[in-house]
């Protein structure tokens, strides 16, 4: 997993609530991105960060939000968690270039009743 | 808009087979396209990647052949082999100052023994 570690790996929330996902990395790099695994629709973009304080929206943002204070550090929110959003979250980090591996942690499963 | 189109989403070969997967972008800023190979409970890690101004990439089985023109690329897994079952998917990313990341939906592999 390249040093990119991602808590909690399990939740269980209820609709309404928010939720914080938290993704850790240990090689200072530059980009990270959170995506959302679904069967039949692959890995989706939420949203990336290309340095601190530096973000955008990918392509299904609605309902997030992200912060990214640390390099180290990069927070996926949910501001008031719905079933839809029931999901496999990855994070990933990627050196500076396009042409640079991408990371990813192991994942956390997230259900939202 | 899905900006990379993956097919087959499954797809059965027998061990010693050859496997071929397909992708279809949209995106000339794109200019680097890794694949990557995803295990059950895992996240995805780096398989084999190509640059646009190379039309072929062979990394033991795995060969990535790649047409600018058409704006297409495929991953062929040469000799199959049961351990290769698993989940594929292709990417494509832009760096520059922001960088992105974009997958396709994926296609599950299954090299039956």
């Known amino acids: 997993d390249a040093g990119i570690t991602q808590s909690p790996r399990h939740k269980v929330t209820e609709t309404g609530t928010p939720v914080t996902l938290r993704c850790h990395q240990t090689e200072n790099h530059r980009y990270m991105y959170w995506y959302r695994q679904d069967p039949g629709h692959g890995l989706r973009l939420i949203h990336y960060s290309y340095g601190v304080k530096d973000t955008d929206k990918g392509e299904v943002s609605d309902g997030y939000s992200v912060s990214r204070s640390k390099t180290e550090d990069f927070l996926l929110t949910l501001e008031s968690a719905t079933s839809s959003q029931t999901s496999v979250y990855f994070c990933a980090a990627q050196g500076f270039g396009s042409d640079t591996e991408a990371f990813f942690g192991q994942g956390t499963r997230l259900t939202v009743v | 808009q899905q900006q990379v189109k993956q097919s087959p989403q499954s797809l059965i070969v027998q061990k010693g087979g050859i496997s071929i997967i397909n992708c279809a972008y949209e995106n000339t800023a794109f200019d680097y396209f890794p694949w990557y190979q995803q295990f059950p409970g895992k996240g995805p890690a780096l398989l084999i990647a190509?640059?646009?101004?190379?039309s072929e990439k062979k990394e033991g089985r795995f060969t990535i052949s790649f047409n600018k023109s058409a704006k297409q690329f495929s991953l062929h897994i040469m000799d199959s082999q049961p351990g290769d079952s698993a989940t594929y998917f292709c990417?494509?990313?832009?760096?520059?100052?922001?960088?992105?990341?974009?997958f396709g939906k994926g296609t599950k592999l299954s090299v039956k023994p």
């Open positions: 990417a494509a990313n832009y760096g520059g100052s922001q960088g992105n990341l974009i």
């Open positions: 190509i640059r646009p101004d190379v």
